[in-house]
C-alpha cells in the first residue's frame, strides 16, 4: 500500500526528475500537535518518490508562531515552509511575503478544499497556503461521568449547564476535574479561547470606531464567569495549560469536559492513547443564555511558503502532497479512518467511511457554524473569531492574555486585568493610527 501512494504521489508532482538529480533538501517550521507529529512519520515515502530530503523543525506553538513570524518579516530565510494559520496567511499574503499557491496539479483539485478554510487562507482570491488540517471547537465529555452525575448533555449546551455538570463530575478526591480549559498566555492559546468564550457572553475587542471593549459589562461577565468556573471545577495550574497540557490530562482521565479543537477528538478516541477513549462524547460549544453566539473558532493549520525561498518547487510538490487526497488515504490505510487529518476537504466528509468516524459530524457542524464576518452579537469592524484580522493584534493579545493568566493564576483581579487590557490595547492602537 505504500508503494501504491508513493508511485501515486510521483505521478501528481512535477520537477520530480530534477528534485531526485540534485538531492534537495527543505526545511520546515511546524507545531508539536499530534497530526503534525504523524505526518512526518510518512515524509520518508515524499522523499522515496521525488528524492528530496526534508528537514523538520517541531516547536511549541507559541514558539512556533514567534520564530516564524520573525522569520518572514526579517526575510530571514530559515525555512522553506512555515505551519501558520488563518490569521497571519491573508495578512502575510497581501504583503507580498508568501509564495501564491498556483499552479497545483488538476488531480491535487484545489476546489475540494472545505470553502470556509479556502477563505480564510486566501487573500483577494488567491490562495496562500494549503490547509493540512482545519478545526472549529467543542465539548468533548465523559459520558460515564455524565451519566453518574445524572445529567445529559444537550447538542448544544449553555454555559450555565456546563458549569452545573461540571461541579457535579468534579471528585477532588480521584484527582478528576469536572473541566479542563485552556489558561496558558499567548494569543493563539489561552487567549483564543477567552476570546470565544467572551463572544459567546456578548463581548467583543472592539466597537465600530475601533476603541477596545474590555471597559464594557460583557467581558467582566465572561472573565469572572470563566475564573468562578476553573477555580471550582478545574485543575490546579490551569493558568499554564494549553492544548496539549489539557490533552493530557483528558487522556489520563482527569477531566469531566474538554473544549478545545474538534481536531482533539481522533487523540481522545484512541485506544492506544487515551484511558477514557471509549467513553467520550460531542456536542456543540455553548453558548450563554440569552446570547446567539457560541464559543467556537475557526481555525485551520496551514503550510505556506515565504517568498525568497531557494526551494520553492520542492515546497509546493511537498505542500502538494501533504495536504492530498492521497495522504489522507494513506493515514486511513494504515491507522484508520479516525486518525486522518481533519476538516480540510469537502470530499472526507462525503467519504462514507469517513462519516462513520463518531466525531466527523459534529466537527463539520462546528467549523459550518462558525462565521468569521459575524463574529460578535454586537457589530465589529474587523472580521476573525478568535482573532481580530489586523497586523496589530498579535502583539497586543499576547499582553492581554498574559494579564488575563495572571487572574487565573491568583496574582491579580477580575477589574485589574480588564483596566490594564482596556488601557494597554488603547495606548497600541492608538499609536498604530486606528
Excluded at 303 to 312: N, S
Excluded at 325 to 338: M, P, S, T
Aim: glycine residues 8%; hydrophobic residues 40%; charged residues 20%.
Amino acid at each position: 500500500m505504500y508503494l501504491k501512494h508513493a508511485l501515486r504521489a510521483a505521478t501528481a508532482l512535477t520537477f520530480v526528475a530534477t528534485a531526485a538529480a540534485h538531492a534537495q533538501s527543505i526545511t520546515i517550521a511546524t507545531v508539536n500537535n499530534g497530526d503534525m507529529i504523524r505526518m512526518q512519520g510518512y515524509t520518508d515515502k515524499f522523499t522515496e518518490a521525488t528524492g528530496i530530503e526534508v528537514e523538520w523543525v517541531t516547536l511549541e506553538e507559541n514558539v512556533l508562531r514567534q520564530r516564524v513570524t520573525t522569520d518572514i518579516t526579517t526575510k530571514g530565510g530559515q525555512f522553506d515552509i512555515m505551519t501558520i494559520g488563518m490569521y497571519e496567511t491573508p495578512i502575510w499574503g497581501a504583503n507580498d511575503w508568501l509564495v501564491p499557491l498556483e499552479g497545483m496539479s488538476a488531480e491535487y483539485d484545489v476546489d475540494d478544499i472545505l470553502p470556509a478554510m479556502r477563505n480564510g487562507l486566501s487573500n483577494d482570491g488567491t490562495l496562500y497556503a494549503a490547509p493540512f488540517y482545519g478545526e472549529s471547537s467543542m465539548v468533548m465529555y465523559r459520558t460515564d461521568l455524565m451519566e453518574q452525575a445524572g445529567l445529559e448533555m444537550p447538542e448544544a449546551p449553555t454555559w450555565q449547564f456546563i458549569r452545573e455538570a461540571a461541579a457535579a463530575m468534579t471528585d477532588r478526591d480521584n484527582d478528576i476535574n469536572g473541566i479542563c480549559l485552556r489558561g496558558k498566555a499567548g494569543w493563539g492559546e489561552g487567549g483564543a479561547f477567552i476570546t470565544v468564550t467572551g463572544n459567546s457572553f456578548g463581548a467583543r475587542w472592539f466597537d465600530e470606531d475601533w476603541k477596545p471593549q474590555f471597559d464594557q459589562p460583557e467581558w467582566k461577565e465572561a472573565l469572572t464567569f470563566f475564573v468562578d468556573m476553573m477555580n471550582e471545577s478545574g485543575p490546579a495550574g490551569y493558568a499554564t495549560n494549553g492544548f496539549n497540557e489539557n490533552l493530557s490530562l483528558f487522556q489520563q482521565g482527569k477531566c469531566g469536559m474538554w473544549i478545545d479543537a474538534t481536531v482533539a477528538a481522533s487523540f481522545v478516541t484512541n485506544p492506544d492513547d487515551s484511558t477514557v477513549a471509549d467513553k467520550v462524547g460531542f456536542a456543540l460549544a455553548p453558548n450563554s443564555e440569552g446570547v446567539d453566539k457560541r464559543a467556537n473558532w475557526l481555525w485551520a493549520w496551514a503550510l505556506a511558503i515565504p517568498a525568497g525561498t531557494q526551494q520553492e518547487d520542492a515546497a509546493k510538490q511537498f505542500i502538494e502532497w501533504a495536504t492530498s487526497k492521497d495522504y489522507i488515504e494513506l493515514v486511513a490505510e494504515n491507522e484508520g479512518w479516525a486518525n486522518v487529518p481533519p476538516g480540510a476537504r469537502t470530499s472526507l466528509y462525503e467519504n462514507p467511511e469517513y462519516q462513520k468516524v463518531p466525531f466527523a459530524k459534529m466537527t463539520l457542524d462546528s467549523i459550518l457554524a462558525a462565521d468569521p464576518d459575524n463574529c460578535c452579537a454586537q457589530p465589529t469592524p474587523y472580521v476573525g473569531i478568535q482573532f481580530v484580522a489586523i497586523p496589530e493584534f498579535a502583539g497586543i493579545a499576547t499582553q492581554v492574555s498574559q494579564e488575563f493568566s495572571a487572574v487565573y493564576a491568583g496574582q491579580q483581579s477580575v477589574d485589574e486585568a480588564l483596566a490594564k487590557a482596556q488601557a494597554f490595547t488603547a495606548e497600541e492602537m492608538e499609536a498604530a493610527g486606528y
